[in-house]
């Protein structure tokens, strides 16, 4: 099994920034894929970005431009740094690992974010 474990979420103002990171533990195969997701009230979860093992990325259209989604293989960690964050990007922000070889995901509890205006 996998643990996950999210931090950095908070309360900021529009045009502020905020980095989420999340430290995986457990059995970890070397080949992964580690992502966000978010889920906004009343909405359905939604992909923000991913990273591979080999550090291969992709965003959704939303946040191209002003997410980062990085890993640090020797730490097992993903972060996710926000900048000029927008109200719309109010939500909950999970943590996702998807192991290539097993197929299975895990998720974090996830983290709180909240973008005044």
Known sequence: ???LVES???LVQAGGSLRLSCAASGRIFSRNVMAWYRQAPGK???LVAQITSGSSTSYTDSVKGRFAI???N???TVYLQMNSLKPEDTGVYYCNIWDVVSGTHSWG???QVTISS
């Open 70 to 72: 990085s890993r640090d």
């Open 74 to 76: 020797a730490k097992n």
């Open 1 to 3: 099994q996998v643990q």
């Open 44 to 46: 359905q979860r939604e």
């Open 109 to 111: 509890q996830g983290t």
């Open 8 to 10: 950095g979420g908070g």
